[in-house]
């Protein structure tokens, strides 16, 4: 009997996530070395923290910007370091998290309120954020994995399509 249905494409398959990373302690490592990061990085005016050197990133090292958005429930300023890709006047970021299954708080604040503030070294602009649509992903996806390689990792690790985010000048 021939099965005449449209065959629609499989999803793709989720590889484990290493062990430990969806642990509660590593959430409060992270969350402390976030918060150290941050500090060295505006103390030092982004000469200590300016490269992320883990993974695939450990010869080359990849820009660290500091993204400031407003807390979608507390109103207040919360600032976190993240890999970007310079694109122009534009800075592209992405909501990894390492893989895990849900999106970072720092993602749900931009989408809340796009109104960001971005932070290069000592140059600090205001930026509107957006979430990249597929076709704009499809572009900065091969870019993104150039630059880092584990984003591809982090990718199989979860069955939700990571964010790519665009921050654009005001």
Not at 38 to 56: E, I, Q
Not at 60 to 70: D, E, R
Not at 101 to 125: C, D, F, H, I, M
Request: charged fraction near 20%; charge should be positive.
């Amino acid at each position: 009997m021939a099965d005449d249905a449209p065959k629609t494409p499989a999803a793709p398959k989720v590889k484990a996530r290493p062990n430990g990373l969806d642990k509660p302690i590593t959430a409060k490592i992270i969350k402390a070395m976030s918060t150290t990061h941050t500090w060295l990085y505006r103390t030092s005016g982004g000469r200590l923290g300016r490269k992320w050197r883990v993974g695939s990133a450990l010869r080359h090292g990849v820009p660290i910007c500091l993204v400031t958005t407003i807390g979608r429930k507390s109103g207040q300023p919360r600032t976190v370091p993240l890999l970007h890709l310079p694109d122009g006047n534009r800075v592209i970021l992405v909501a990894s998290q390492g893989g895990l299954p849900t999106n970072p708080q720092w993602y749900g604040n931009l989408v809340a309120n796009p109104k960001v503030e971005v932070r290069v070294g000592r140059n600090s602009r205001a930026m509107i954020a957006h979430t990249a649509d597929a076709d704009e992903r499809a572009a900065l996806w091969p870019k993104l994995v150039a630059a880092y390689a584990d984003f591809d990792n982090y990718q199989s690790w979860t069955d939700r399509s990571i964010p790519v985010v665009v921050c654009e000048p005001v």
